[in-house]
């Protein structure tokens, strides 16, 4: 295949002067644009030359463009016709999407990772939200089972588990109930599906927290801080243990506190001041205000990831109820709520909705907001140079854009999907 016509973000900016070559999944080659592609195509599974006509165009929003057609060419060219061509958007933190949940088990994860394919969201790591260790181990050996490349889906890349290992006073939308410090008991069952555990959230306070954390990342699994009331020293034992990341910013974080007449910064502070993890914030206007979002950019730079934290909730309307564990939502106005709490229970909006905001609503730059939904989640799981870049080499993930990160089109691992009149 062969993305011509495109505005290519590629890692030193924009382009508007080079196709994209693909074949057997991978990005091959950047060639110069080339000249005299006859109408557009898509690529080569879907080639019929009995019918060169386009199909009519979708209902949707006027000016929608027709979708590609076939004309038979051989090199399975596909025009994009001036739209943005990013590598596919990496969500690291994401629960679920239109009803369904991760927490569910492999049969509703199908239907996420098929809907987010469609959103621009080649790479997932699915969340779980806080059970017991016992239910986890389960849910760990169902998912080591599937293919985690299923035609049309996003492709799993692990699974985070948000919890059981948070504070209690800052659980957020988890059931305090379930909730509990861990131990190497704990660890050494987690650990038996090292090979689907890809992430943990934990508070680095809790009685047992740093040797676990020494355990699941010398096992390779990325540890992370989050739900907490840590402290300075608490961060710094983690880190020093071999935590490298930081779950939502803001989110279910200890702030400054004054102990007599000294101010002690929580983790909030720590992981702001500090010079190497990388973070997460959830962008959907909702959770952070501008002036939050701001910060973070300016204190975290490059190392700042963006989240969805998506639930079940996204994409339904407004007054909805869903199911996070135990504790119920309700999808409220732009993002979830749990019921009888003042508390988000998560996001109801995808990455594009959040590039959107960031672009559109607060001015950052295009290619800096991209980097924080593609190659920087890349890099915290391990994958630079395979997912979140356009790049020879790379798998062949891209998403593709109308104004406004609209989605239009997704190619998954070099297989073209859509465009379906998708509005965000």
Request: a negative charge; aromatic letters at 2%; hydrophobic letters at 40%.
């Given at each position: 295949m062969i993305l011509t016509g495109g505005r290519v973000l590629l890692p030193e900016g924009i382009?508007?002067?080079?196709?994209?070559?693909?074949?057997?999944?991978?990005?091959?080659s950047l060639p110069p644009r080339t000249t005299g592609h006859v109408g557009t195509s898509p690529p080569p599974q879907?080639?019929?030359?009995?019918?060169?006509?386009?199909?009519?165009?979708?209902?949707?929003?006027?000016?929608t463009p027709p979708r590609p057609h076939t004309t038979g060419h051989p090199d399975?060219?596909?025009?994009?016709?001036?739209?943005?061509?990013?590598?596919?958007?990496?969500?690291?933190?994401?629960?679920?999407?239109?009803?369904?949940?991760?927490?569910?088990?492999?049969?509703?994860?199908?239907?996420?990772?098929?809907?987010?394919?469609?959103q621009g969201v080649t790479s997932v790591q699915a969340s779980l939200v806080s059970a017991s260790v016992e239910r986890l181990t389960e849910l760990l050996a169902a998912f080591a089972a599937v293919d985690r490349t299923a035609d049309d889906c996003a492709e799993l890349l692990g699974l985070h588990l948000e919890g059981p290992f948070l504070a209690p006073a800052q659980c957020g939308a988890h059931d305090p109930a379930v909730l509990r410090p861990p131990t190497s008991a704990d660890v050494g069952l987690l650990l038996r599906h090292r090979d689907v555990l890809s992430m943990i959230t934990l508070a680095p306070e809790l009685p047992g927290a740093v040797e676990a954390t020494g355990l699941l990342a010398g096992a390779?699994?990325?540890?992370?801080?989050?739900?907490?009331?840590?402290?300075?020293?608490?961060?710094?034992?983690?880190v020093d243990a071999g935590l490298t990341h930081i779950t939502h910013l803001w989110s279910g974080q200890s702030g400054t506190v004054r102990q007599g007449p000294w101010r002690v910064p929580g983790l909030?502070?720590?992981?702001?001041?500090?010079?190497?993890?990388?973070?997460?914030?959830?962008?959907?206007?909702?959770?952070?205000?501008?002036?939050?979002?701001?910060?973070?950019?300016?204190c975290v730079g490059e190392r700042l990831c963006v989240v969805s934290d998506g639930t079940p909730g996204t994409g339904l309307p407004r007054g909805s109820r869903y199911r996070l564990g135990t504790v119920t939502c309700e999808v409220g106005d732009g993002v979830g709520l749990v019921v009888g709490a003042d508390a988000f229970g998560g996001s109801t909006s995808a990455l594009p909705d959040m590039l959107r905001h960031l672009t559109g609503d607060l001015g950052w730059p295009v290619p800096e907001a991209v980097a924080a939904a593609t190659s920087t989640p890349?890099?915290?799981?391990?994958?630079?140079?395979?997912?979140?870049?356009i790049a020879a080499g790379a798998d062949a993930d891209l998403a593709v854009f109308d104004e406004g990160f609209h989605p239009w089109a997704t190619v998954l691992r070099g297989r073209w999907i859509g465009p379906e009149g998708i509005r965000a």
């Open positions: 382009r508007d002067d080079v196709d994209v070559m693909i074949t057997g999944g991978r990005i091959t879907e080639t019929d030359d009995r019918d060169p006509s386009p199909p009519p165009r979708p209902t949707g929003d006027v000016g399975g060219v596909v025009d994009v016709g001036g739209r943005l061509v990013t590598a596919g958007l990496v969500d690291l933190h994401v629960h679920g999407f239109a009803g369904a949940c991760f927490d569910a088990g492999p049969g509703q994860a199908a239907e996420v990772l098929r809907i987010l394919a469609r390779g699994v990325v540890v992370a801080a989050g739900h907490s009331d840590a402290r300075g020293d608490d961060l710094r034992a983690a909030l502070e720590e992981s702001l001041a500090a010079d190497h993890l990388t973070a997460e914030v959830i962008a959907d206007g909702r959770h952070l205000p501008p002036a939050l979002l701001e910060i973070a950019r300016r890349a890099r915290v799981l391990g994958l630079t140079g395979r997912k979140g870049t």
